[in-house]
């Protein structure tokens, strides 16, 4: 059985808007700027997570945007992120704009039954929407985030309003370098409580 999970580079805060500063949100760009010599470790635990994925799910700006960016790279990272099965979810798109992906409709029904065909991780990166509806319709299975010593005051947050809360247990906390932490959550389900 696969299993959900969304990786995101977050602020102290939870802002995850425009990390690398391309999108001309005033508080852009946090990502260069905070991980310093921290980078290193941030790209090992990426490899890691990417090299024991075997899918990927996005929404289309997600899409779109590591389609700019890693095709014809070539470290471990790049290469696994281009070969994995990658599923776009897109109201607008009928053709995702990277490799080996499909483009997926309905995103609710079409997840549940992805999560029983796939067995192992199923990343998310980005895709903020997407995360919101799993979030609400409860299948995400585990949360990694990465924490940027940062807080922002403003800009659009992984998480937003629920209509139930979603109950977490810690999996595991570390530092990757000197500033960076890493919390990795799991959903607790209502028969595990």
């Known amino acids: 059985m696969g299993k959900i999970v969304v990786s995101s580079n977050v602020t102290l805060d939870g802002v995850i808007q425009d990390p690398d500063g391309q999108e001309g949100f005033k508080h852009g760009g946090w990502f260069k700027q905070f991980v310093g010599k921290d980078l290193e470790a941030w790209a090992e635990n990426e490899t890691d997570e990417t090299l024991h994925a075997e899918a990927m799910l996005l929404g289309r700006k997600s899409d779109e945007w590591f389609a700019a960016r890693t ?80 807080v922002l005051g403003a800009g659009e947050r992984l998480f937003g309003e629920t209509t139930d809360k979603t109950p977490l247990r810690l999996v595991r906390s570390q530092t990757l370098g000197e500033g960076l932490l890493l919390v990795i959550y799991e959903v607790v389900r209502a028969a595990s409580r």
């Open 71 to 150: 095709p014809g790279r070539t470290e471990p990272w790049a290469e696994r992120m281009n070969s994995l099965p990658k599923y776009v979810v897109s109201s607008t798109s009928k053709k995702p704009k990277w490799t080996n992906a499909t483009v997926l409709k309905d995103v609710v029904k079409v997840v549940s039954r992805l999560k029983q065909e796939v067995s192992g991780d199923i990343l998310i990166y980005g895709s903020c929407q997407l995360v919101r509806t799993l979030i609400e319709h409860r299948l995400v299975d585990e949360f990694r985030l990465i924490v940027f010593p940062v």
